[in-house]
Structures are given as structure tokens and as C-alpha cells.
């Protein structure tokens, strides 16, 4: 089911879209999960979602204080803009970044690709 998913498995890292409340507005989110993936959510209105067809899983690094796909749902993979490379602002803080999935947030079922 992936092979048509312009994301992979490989790519779960920062992305730029557009936000689901908000079109004008550019939100920055880890991608935790795929269509047809199962994720165990934090606070959203059920405990469990398979991210439907067409669909993303997206959090925020600091769980509990950001507006992500725990406050909104999946999110549509037309509000994809972006994928976010390197941090520039502050300074102090320029790093590439690297794709990476917090171990406790590793969706607990993937489809097979």
C-alpha cells in the first residue's frame, strides 16, 4: 500500500503543512505514522487510530503541549508542503536533521509495503 505513498517508512521525520485548522498557517511535525498504520494516540478521542487512506500521523516533539494530529486527527496528505532539512534559526541551534521515530511512538501495526 506504501509504494503510492510519496512518504516511506524511511522519511518519518520533520515535514512542513499546511494546518488542518488554518491553511494560511505552516506547521512543522514529526510524520509517527503511514496510511493504514495503527498509532497508540496521546489525548486525541480514541486511544487507537488506523490512519485512513491518503492520510498521515503527525506529532510535535514535545508531547502534551503541541498541535498535532493528537488535537486534529490524520492529516491529509495534500497539506504536505515540505520536508524540513536542517534547523537555521536560532543559530545556536543550525543542525541537519535526521530522520528519526521515538521508540514510543513507533506505530503498533504496519501494513506490509
Keep these: 500500500m506504501h509504494d503510492q ?3 516511506n517508512k524511511t ?10 485548522r488554518n491553511p ?7 510524520v509517527i505514522a503511514l496510511e493504514g498504520d495503527i498509532i ?8 487507537y487510530v488506523k490512519v485512513p ?3 498521515i500521523w503527525v506529532e510535535g516533539d514535545h508531547h502534551g503541549h503541541s498541535f498535532d494530529s493528537n488535537a486534529f486527527g490524520p492529516v491529509s496528505l495534500g497539506l504536505l508542503h515540505a520536508r524540513a532539512t536542517h534547523i537555521l534559526w536560532p ?4 543542525q ?14 504496519r501494513e506490509q509495503e
Design 40 to 47: 497508540k494516540t496521546i489525548g486525541y478521542k480514541k486511544k
Design 91 to 94: 543559530p545556536q541551534r543550525w
Design 11 to 20: 522519511c518519518l521525520s520533520e515535514n512542513n503543512l499546511k494546518s488542518p
Design 96 to 109: 541537519k536533521l535526521q530522520p528519526m521515530l521515538p521508540p514510543e511512538r513507533k506505530p503498533l501495526q
Design 24 to 30: 494560511e498557517q505552516k506547521i512543522i511535525k514529526r
Design 5 to 7: 505513498n510519496p512518504l
Design 53 to 55: 487512506h491518503g492520510h
